[in-house]
């Protein structure tokens, strides 16, 4: 939160209100989608230290776990969840930057199921597969989200562009003022028809 706010109070000043409004949109956003990530990830957490305690041998000091290395476990299983949670508002930066389009998000929706899947089959901690598939279904539909969110922007902006276009194309189409008002040119008259003599 302190480097947050010093990045802040050094950016900040130089940015105009639609930029800070984003940038509050889109910190708020952030930090929710963290929040729910890690308390995904807290409450795999318990389950995960029965199931790999479960493993070792019984014995006078079986079980015993260093602080360090529980610590360890806990913030990198905490992490990995907040992080990932963090993806569809990236895509949605991307799109939002013109870097992306929706639809080339939507296009590739099967390497990102599968990535996701992967993803949670290496963080999770349990062998079972029910608790991989419980842990990816929730970033997999943020990720349509981001696809869905997307794909409007993009609608969006097309209308916007096509409405510029057709309003340029309609003032390039009308005469000007200074064209319209000027007088119209008199005819220049000729030499006079002379008389035919008998």
Known sequence: PLWMYEFWAFVGPGM???EKAY?????????AL??????????????AV??????????????VI??????SFVMRLILVFGIAFL??????????????RGTTMLKGWRWAVVGIFTFMAF????????????????ITGLYFLACFMSIQHDKRVERRRARLDAELDAALAEPSPAASSAPAPRPTAGPPERADKA
């Open 123 to 138: 963080a999770n901690p349990l062998p079972d597969p029910w608790s991989m598939i419980f842990m990816a279904l929730p």
């Open 50 to 63: 029965v199931v790999l305690t479960g493993f070792i041998p019984s014995g006078p000091t079986a079980g």
């Open 34 to 47: 963290f929040s729910a990530g890690i308390a995904l990830g807290m409450w795999i957490m318990p389950h």
């Open 16 to 18: 105009t209100r639609r």
């Open 87 to 100: 993806l569809p508002e990236l895509l949605v930066a991307l799109n939002r930057l013109g870097l992306m």
């Open 23 to 31: 940038t509050w949109a889109y910190g708020l956003t952030g930090l």
């Open 66 to 71: 260093g602080a360090n290395l529980y610590l």
